[in-house]
């Protein structure tokens, strides 16, 4: 009891912390310093709905930021060429990522384990591959150009680095509030009972592959509502968005920072986009850091960096 209430509270004042920070210091923030914050909550919005379908329900999927770059390329398609609004790109590219989960999950879902891992990797190279191949539609190499910012209102631009951040927080703190709810809800609790022992939950009467199935698609539109904020903060959609290794990097996000805590998915994402961006400005190998640091978590702090910090604050509490 004591270990639970003090990691409540650990919990409870990092979020205060961090809530604070991403509200009042980025106006006094370089523009550099904003875009990567912004970058930082796009990515942690994948590695939390990723965290939901490999942290609490057991299914680690190479596949999942196939999603966040299917929707972008959807967002891309429907303000460049079909000259859509804004918050039609929004639900248009949530919708599409959703039906492609569904349709996804209908084929990984079929297996388990190292299988479940295996399809889902090759679902995300068939979806790189037509990205690639199919020129007609999706340019190609060249990608698609020009997703400009719109403008909200008659005076709030997107335009603006420090407005997008803003919007992308609102976003990040409603569907982290979605979020929570879905893990504190009776569902929540049963998609963390199917990771425990999935025989045990069918035994009580729970449809297992329904929930599952379920979590699937939930987790695949969350994802796909980042690719929308990603397509406009980039302003350009390439077959570099849908590569599997974006896939390995949210799964890295989610292993570095603590499977089954949102906090740990956040802080993940938060870390890794610091390496990407920072380390690779001095070191041209930045992936073979990544790489090692995967490996030291895993032999070292399997739990990841939220869960050490629990462990070893747990400890210095006993003592």
């Known amino acids: 009891m004591l270990k639970q209430l003090l990691g409540r509270r650990i919990t409870l004042l990092a979020l205060i912390g961090a809530s604070v920070a991403l509200l009042i210091l980025p106006p006094f923030a370089s523009s550099y310093v904003v875009e990567l914050l912004t970058q930082m909550l796009i990515w942690a919005i994948v590695a939390m709905s990723l965290d939901i379908l490999m942290g609490y329900t057991g299914m680690p999927s190479f596949g999942h930021a196939t999603y966040m770059g299917l929707s972008a390329y959807s967002t891309a398609i429907l303000i460049t060429r079909y000259h859509g609004s804004f918050a039609g790109a929004m639900v248009f590219g949530v919708l599409f990522a ?55 209102g008659s005076s709030l631009s997107l335009k603006d680095s420090l407005n997008f951040y803003y919007f992308t927080l609102f976003f990040f703190i409603i569907i982290l509030g979605l979020m929570v709810r879905i893990i504190q809800s009776p569902f929540g609790q049963t998609l963390v009972g199917i990771r425990e022992s999935e025989s045990r939950m069918r035994v ?89 640091l995967f490996i030291l978590t895993v032999f070292y702090t399997p739990e990841g960096i939220y869960g050490y910090l629990k462990r070893v604050l747990g400890k210095y509490q006993e003592e």
Do not use: C, Q
């Open 98 to 152: 959703a039906f492609a989960a569904a349709l996804f999950g209908l084929l990984a879902l079929r297996a388990k384990g190292h299988y479940f891992l295996l399809i889902t990797m090759a679902l995300g190279m068939v979806v790189w591959g037509l990205a690639n191949r199919w020129v007609s539609f999706t340019n190609g190499d060249n990608g698609i150009v020009d997703i400009i910012r719109p403008t909200l």
């Open 204 to 292: 009580l009467g729970y449809n297992v592959w329904l929930h599952k199935y379920l979590t699937f698609i939930i987790t695949g539109a969350i994802s796909g509502f980042s690719g929308v904020l990603w397509a406009f903060y980039n302003g350009f959609v390439s077959p570099m968005d849908v590569d599997v290794f974006f896939s390995l990097e949210a799964l890295l996000m989610v292993a570095f920072g603590g499977p089954g805590t949102l906090f740990g998915a956040i802080l993940g994402a938060g870390v890794i986009v610091f390496i990407k961006n920072f380390v690779s400005v001095y070191v041209h190998r930045w992936m073979m850091i990544m790489g090692l």
